[in-house]
């Protein structure tokens, strides 16, 4: 049988790239360079990366407009999420003796529903870079479990995690999407940023970021990430400790969304 929700998307992706094809006048010459740089993306392993880069902020920019309006704004992913991520009784992630000058980073809030009430034993997850733009489990050297967490909210609906502040993050810049960036003209910057996954039965699950007013990359990410207003946090610092507060505000799933 026919998929026609599979048949619509693929032909208004192929008739957008046509488009595009036609309105610059591409040439065989350049439509085979454009085939050779694909193959380099998957041969280098790069291809989540490289569609992160390009189309992660647009599906965030769907969710976003099917948002109920008083839920958090959600943000992107980005290709770093790992879900076998440890359980922290404490919130206290793992963070590596060997950086030396890193600053710890409170991050904590409430979670609620979107009438306002705090929710109790919601699954938060936060994972965030090393203080040279390294994610555990994923970059050399930084073991799965480290820089990456979840907890529980307790009784009042609060979660709190704490780890090390995390740096402006470069997209490796000897592969091909970073190459891409800089003959594009563009940086391959994304700003310091923390990532928070929210997940409870019955409501939406919420992916989002947060970020630090004072990093230069900031209003300027390589990602176009949604960077909303209210997750940009000013430097607070309580016993030597960055503070990140970040309520966290999620609604019921769809019933359509129920029965799946
Ligand atoms: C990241 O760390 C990230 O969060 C995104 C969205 C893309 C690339 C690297
Ligand atoms: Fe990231």
Redo the contacts with the bound molecule.
Sequence with gaps: MANNRLDQVVSTIVEAVRGAVRDENISFEEYRAAIGYMMKIAESGELPLFIDVFLNTSIVSVINQNAHPAASPSDME?P?FLDSAPVLEDGKMKTMDAYADDQPMIVRGTVKDVDGQPLADVLVDMWN?TPDGK?GGIHEGIPVDYYRGKVRTDAQGQYQFESTVPVA?KIPDSGPTGALLEMMGRHSW?PA?V?LKVRHPGYRDLTTQLYFAEDEYTHSDCCEGIVPEQFIYPELIEDGKRVLEADLVIEPQAESQMAA
């Design positions: 980005g770093y870079s994610y993050y994304r940023h990532h």
